[in-house]
């Protein structure tokens, strides 16, 4: 019988030598290139153990003579490729925590966890026994350069009895039940395996659990997909050296049982890519940000200030001549001439703009003046005499102030108004930038990037609203180096500046020009996503995306001249089909609603900005909300379209908020030779 070392470094040799020509471990990343190398290790080891361990070779000992130069390079090739599965496998696992989370939010809650259970128990347990395999492989290199105890044959021969077994424990039992969650043997009983769980699942909560885990459906069906795949080839690879060693230790020939396996292999990994791609075909590419659980201003949301807010004037100051003589709805367009003997309009900040839709509500109240120094509100509450309070009455830090209407002369009533004040001044972030973000990749500046956006982000910076780009260098078969990956420094200005032109460098959001497109811009086939940019069609801000070709297989983006700029312009004029507008209804501010936000636009609409409930939250507040959250896959990826959307819930003011649709892997996934 020959010692567990020697055993261990005939197989390394035969590794070593039919991995010569292996790539170094940044160039190849994908699964199915790493099931390749490892499927012609396998059958270069079994052609080199079936022709020299034979009747030439009588013991391992003297099989081994010979080849003292590959022995030497045994186990840090192994090392090698163990570092470069675990590497993969290291990205790949966040995804089945991911659908852990998910599991718990979606609907079939008791099904998706007993499956995912499985299928978790399944992986690891391979993961695990891959790591003893490795352990040994260190203890017996730790104990050859040292001249140590060699580890004991029986050990090995027990491992590799186990990991070939027929018991439910072992590795070819996992593979088989791996399998079976992913395609079912009885199809006919409706269920369609884990893929298939996961489309539907998704599919029936409308994307509202995905938004939580960084992936789009798509991705994170791919992402299992290969997941699963790097755990069966791992498993598979485990098998076959696991009969060289039996063999080797002269308990059976085995050639047999490794060549049956390697066809069910195949068939499996067959199968499994047909049900992926076809999951993968039916799934969404869009991905999404859920609302946090906390909020927290310039870091997940930004907002307008004092545009369209709730203002208190007495008619009297509404029109030149100071008379009362018409009612507060007369005054639906207005400014503020003057303020009447220094009453209540002396006490509160004047509306130095345009003033509109003003109203009645009765004629006495007590105001609730915001505390000194706030920028985004007038007034924490108002209570009127007839019991309407509009805003959350509490305590009210300056005091709350009287508010009387008065009569002139019996004939005229001098009411005082509650109003939209729409002021532009210091006070009032109300302005969105028109400067295109751009990869690095096609900028003029850095010809030679090949660089990609691999994510999207609103930023508010000088009170100017910006769209800010992340990048990423594009690696073969359509990869990211997530080691380059960064955001893209915006450009700030003020509106102030002298170089800066409304209109052309930035929109500014009045009660005429409030119109915000929400569209899905998709890059043509085989271009994919590489700037941004807003723009004003008309009295609408517009989104507008920029893609650039690219070659999968090599990476390499086009040159920078065949870069499309995609929008929608269709407009609410339009004589077929028009643009149609969203509308909000009694709106809160929106970081206080109790519950999370859920798609309620549709491509080829719009919203308009306006003012929050009077009776919520007297009008202070303009809604609706700018959502901060950065939209960006994770692992990251290449994307092929970018979008507007209105996320809320009936009676709250929501978010306007970004999309990302991720590259469409599926379409290169493929069963190939191995």
């Known amino acids: 019988m020959c010692s567990s070392s020697v055993v261990f470094l005939i197989l390394a040799a035969m590794f070593c030598e039919s991995n010569a020509g292996l790539k170094d471990i940044t160039e190849i990343t994908k699964v199915y290139d790493i099931g390749q190398e490892i499927f012609r290790v396998v059958t270069a080891s079994w052609v080199r153990i079936e022709t020299k361990h034979g009747k030439q070779y009588t013991t391992p000992q003297s099989f081994i003579q010979g080849s003292s130069y590959e022995t030497q390079m045994v186990l840090s090739r192994m090392e090698e490729i163990s570092r470069r599965t675990e590497s993969l496998e290291n990205s790949l696992k966040p995804s089945l925590s991911d659908i852990g989370r998910l599991s718990m939010e979606l609907p079939d809650r008791l099904r998706w966890q007993s499956k995912l259970d499985a299928l978790n128990a399944a992986i690891h347990q391979v993961m695990a026994a891959m790591e003893s395999m490795s352990t ?15 580890l004991e044959a029986e050990t090995l021969v027990d491992f590799a009895s186990t990991v070939v077994s027929h018991g439910s424990d072992s590795i070819r039992s ?35 659990g995905l938004c939580s885990i960084h992936q789009s459906p798509q991705q994170l069906i791919f992402n299992l997909y290969n997941l699963v795949t790097l755990t069966e080839i791992k498993g598979y690879a485990m098998m ?45 590419q869009e991905l999404w940000v859920c609302d946090p659980s906390h909020h927290e201003e310039n870091e997940t949301f930004v ?12 008619e009297v100051d509404l029109n030149p001549k100071g008379t009362c003589r018409e009612s507060c709805g007369y005054y639906q367009y207005a400014r503020v001439h003057d303020c009447y003997k220094d009453q209540f309009c002396k006490k509160q900040p004047k509306c130095n703009g345009r003033i509109f839709d003003c109203r009645f509500i009765d004629s006495d109240a007590s105001v609730c003046l915001s505390k000194g120094g706030s920028t985004h509100r007038k007034y924490d509450w108002i209570e009127y005499e007839n ?97 380059t990956v960064e955001w893209r420094p ?30 899905d811009l998709k890059a043509p086939e085989g ?22 070709p690219f070659n999968f297989t090599t990476g390499k983006l086009a040159h920078r001249a065949t870069s499309e700029w995609i929008s929608n312009d269709n407009t609410p004029a339009a004589v077929t089909e028009p643009r149609k507008e969203i509308r909000m209804y009694s709106p809160d501010v929106p970081t206080k609603c109790p519950t999370r936000s859920s798609v309620v636009s549709n491509h080829d609409q719009y919203i308009r900005f306006t003012h929050s409930d009077i009776d919520r939250d007297v009008a202070q507040t303009t809604v609706p909300f700018i959502d901060a959250q950065p939209v960006v896959p994770d692992p990251h990826s290449l994307l092929t379209g970018a979008g507007l959307f209105y996320k809320g819930k009936r009676n709250c003011g929501g978010f306007i908020s970004l999309k990302v649709m991720t590259y469409d892997y599926s379409k290169h996934l493929h069963m190939r030779d191995l």
Not at 266 to 271: L, S
Not at 493 to 517: L, S
């Open 527 to 548: 271009s994919i996503l590489t700037g941004v940019q807003l723009r004003r069609i008309g009295a609408h801000l517009n989104l507008e995306i920029l893609t650039t």
């Open 387 to 483: 019991g309407r309070t509009l805003g959350r009455k509490g305590t009210c830090e300056r005091g709350s102030t009287k508010v009387d209407s008065w009569w002139r002369w019996l004939f005229w009533h001098c009411s005082y108004c509650l109003c939209l004040c729409d002021e532009v001044g210091l006070k009032s972030d109300r302005y969105f930038s028109l400067h295109p973000s751009l990869a690095r990749g096609v900028e003029e500046s850095f010809p030679n990037s090949n660089r990609a956006v691999t994510g999207l982000r609103f930023v508010k910076v000088n009170r100017v609203i910006h769209l800010q780009v992340q990048d990423g260098e594009i690696l073969p078969g359509g990869l990211i180096n997530s080691s």
């Open 174 to 208: 996992q593979l088989a039940k791996i399998h079976s969650l992913v395609i079912p043997r009885h199809k006919n009983f409706g269920d369609g395996g884990i893929f298939k769980l996961l489309l539907d699942a998704a599919k029936k909560d409308g994307g509202n």
């Open 490 to 519: 915006i450009k700030p200005f003020k509106v102030t500046d002298n170089n800066i032109r409304r209109d052309v460098d930035y929109h500014i959001i009045t009660w005429e020009q409030r119109a915000v497109d929400l569209d």
């Open 136 to 150: 040994y492989s260190k203890a017996m290199d730790s104990s050859a350069a040292e001249g140590g105890v060699q």
């Open 303 to 314: 907002q307008l200030t004092n545009v369209l807010q709730g203002h208190i004037e007495n």
């Open 240 to 284: 076959q050296f696991s009969w060289m060693l039996l063999k080797l230790y002269n308990k059976g020939n085995f050639t047999l049982e490794a060549e049956l396996m390697r066809e069910r292999v195949e068939a499996r990994m067959d199968e499994k890519i047909q049900a992926a791609r076809t999951a993968m075909g039916r799934a969404s």
